[in-house]
C-alpha cells in the first residue's frame, strides 16, 4: 500500500502542494525560532547572573552583552545630564527597550500557531472539492473511493495542527520566561540604582 502522504501529493494540484509547502517552511521557521530562543534565554541568564554577581561584590562589570548591562550602561551614560528621579525613568524606558529584544519572534511563534490550522482546513476543504470532481466524472460513489478521497485531503489538516502545536507550546512557554526573566531583572534594579550613585560619586571626587 502506498503511503498516504506521497498519495496526498500526488493528488493534490498546484494549489495543495503550494499549501503543504507553506506549512512545511512555517515548520522550520517556528523550529528555528523555538532553538533560537532556547539557547538566547539560557545565555541571557546566565549572563545576568554573572552580572548581579559582580554589582553586589561592588565590582565593575565587565563587557557582558545581557539586558541588565545594558541597562546599567545607558545610566552610565546619562548620569551627568539626568537627575535622580528621572535617571528611574530613563532606566525603566532602557528596561522596556530590552523587553522588546527579549520578547522578538515571539509574536511570528503565536501567528504561525493561529495560522497553520487555518491553512490546513484551507487545504483540506480543497482536497475534498477535488475529490467529489473526481466522484462527479468518473460516476462511481462507492465508499471506497470516497472514503479515500477524504482520508487525503484530511492530510493538510494533520500537517497544520503538527505545525501549530509546537509553535503554541513554544510561544507560551517563552513568554513565561520573558516574564521571569523580567522580573528579575525588575528586583535587581535599586542595585543598578545605587552602583549609578556610587559611580557618579567616585567621579566627583
Not at 38 to 66: A, D, Q, S
Not at 146 to 169: E, N, Y
Request: charged share 20%; glycine share 8%.
Amino acid at each position: 500500500m502506498e503511503n498516504i502522504w506521497v498519495t496526498a501529493w500526488r493528488q493534490f494540484d498546484w494549489a495543495g502542494k503550494f499549501i503543504l509547502i507553506v506549512l512545511a517552511f512555517l515548520s522550520l521557521y517556528s523550529w528555528k525560532i523555538i532553538l533560537e530562543k532556547l539557547f538566547f534565554f539560557r545565555e541571557v541568564e546566565r549572563r545576568n547572573r554573572t552580572f548581579e554577581h559582580l554589582i553586589r561584590k561592588g565590582r565593575k562589570p565587565v563587557l557582558l552583552r545581557c539586558p541588565l548591562n545594558s541597562i546599567l550602561n545607558y545610566g552610565i551614560e546619562l548620569r551627568d545630564t539626568a537627575h535622580d528621579k528621572s535617571l528611574d525613568t530613563h532606566l525603566e524606558k532602557a528596561f522596556l527597550r530590552e523587553q522588546g529584544k527579549l520578547e522578538t519572534k515571539l509574536t511570528s511563534l503565536a501567528t504561525i500557531a493561529t495560522i497553520s490550522p487555518f491553512l490546513g482546513l484551507l487545504g483540506t476543504v480543497w482536497g475534498l472539492l477535488l475529490s467529489f470532481q473526481g466522484i462527479v466524472a468518473s460516476g462511481s460513489s462507492s465508499v471506497r473511493v470516497v472514503a479515500g478521497g477524504v482520508s487525503i485531503a484530511l492530510v493538510t489538516t494533520i500537517v497544520g495542527l503538527v505545525v501549530a502545536i509546537p509553535a503554541a507550546i513554544g510561544h507560551n512557554y517563552f513568554r513565561e520566561r520573558v516574564a521571569g526573566i523580567l522580573e528579575k531583572m525588575e528586583f535587581f534594579f535599586p542595585y543598578i540604582l545605587q552602583y549609578l550613585k556610587s559611580y557618579s560619586d567616585r567621579d566627583g571626587s
